[in-house]
């Protein structure tokens, strides 16, 4: 089972402790921060943009995560002493067949749809494809991308989610506090002040949706393939002036940006249509259990131990 992987590294609670704790509140301050400030983060982004262009602040934001998930990756393998494969995976290695499947059906599903808006409305876009800029940035996204999803599913999916599994030795606890969390980060993104705090039922809908698909499939492949999708082909793709990253896309969206029920579109059918072809695909079974089952460590605790 996929949270008792945690088992293959040293054992000792204390040590799931200072990367979250230490991540969280970096987090909590930079946004205490923006808020005694009285920061505008959307007019900050728009400042920084006329600075130093878009790919200046799209690197500029991404470069943080190769550290954090240098550091993750490094803390890992010393001081818990467990694989990354182990992280990743309860199968015997990655399967990166997964990863691709669901890239390549969430990339599919990006591109169609935005497409048919693009011919129902064009009025609502500006056509911005620039050769150059858009090959630039594709070289820096398709490198980038990687590390910022694999740093937030290594986090939350992957080292929370197994760390406070064992802790509790629950399944739901992880699930969703591991939610919470990853849709609690995103509070500071401009997106929020822009559509209301009605967005972050999608974000913390998002993580949910991200850790039944890790918990039912015994593993990350299917949620790395996801969030890459999502991210690396939205930035490609279309971006708009009121959303955290704001590239040289293809199309950029200069619509009303709309809130309510349009925003719970993905909680309420896309992600549970997504989660339904993939219990097919994949013959998940028994959801109950693994959702909301105990965690027996003890067994595993006494033959390592023996050992």
């Known amino acids: 089972m996929y949270i008792k992987q945690g088992l293959e590294g040293k054992l000792g609670m204390w040590k799931y402790i200072p990367l979250p704790l ?12 923006a808020q005694m400030m009285n920061i505008d ?19 500029l934001s991404m470069a943080p995560f190769v550290v954090f998930l240098g550091g993750l990756f ?12 182990s992280l990743t995976t309860s199968r015997k290695k990655i399967d990166w067949k997964r990863v691709f499947f669901v890239f390549s059906l969430m990339a599919g599903f990006i591109i169609l749809s935005t497409g048919l808006d693009y011919y129902l409305s064009p009025e609502d876009y500006i056509f911005n494809f620039e050769p150059v800029s858009f090959f630039i940035l594709l070289a820096m996204a398709v490198v980038l991308i990687p590390i910022q999803i694999g740093f937030e599913e290594y986090m939350f999916r992957g080292y929370m989610m197994q760390g406070l599994g064992l802790a509790t030795k629950t399944r739901w606890i992880p699930l969703v506090v591991t939610s919470v969390i990853f849709g609690v ?21 998002t993580g949910l949706f991200l850790g ?43 619509s009303d940006p709309g809130a309510g029920f349009q925003v719970l579109i993905p909680v309420l ?12 695909k994949y013959k998940w079974t028994n959801w109950k259990e693994k959702l909301f089952g105990r965690v027996d460590t003890q ?7 023996k050992e």
Do not use: C
């Open 269 to 280: 059918i896309i992600f549970p249509l997504f989660l339904f072809i993939l219990s097919k």
């Open 74 to 85: 490094f803390w890992v393998k010393v001081v818990h002493q467990q694989s990354i494969r």
């Open 185 to 205: 980060m995103h509070a500071a993104n401009p997106e929020v002040d822009t559509l209301g705090p009605i967005i972050m039922v999608y974000y913390i809908g």
């Open 299 to 305: 067994t595993d605790i006494e033959e390592i131990t």
């Open 22 to 33: 230490g991540f969280i509140g970096f987090m909590v301050a930079n946004y205490v921060l």
């Open 212 to 254: 039944i698909m890790t918990l039912m499939d015994e593993g990350m492949e299917l949620a790395l393939g996801f969030h890459a999708a999502n991210n690396l082909i939205t930035v490609l793709l279309v971006t708009a002036n009121w959303t955290a990253l704001q590239t040289d896309s293809i199309l950029i969206d200069t």
């Open 41 to 59: 983060s959307k007019e900050a982004i728009d400042q920084q943009i006329q600075m130093i262009g878009k790919k200046g602040v799209f690197l």
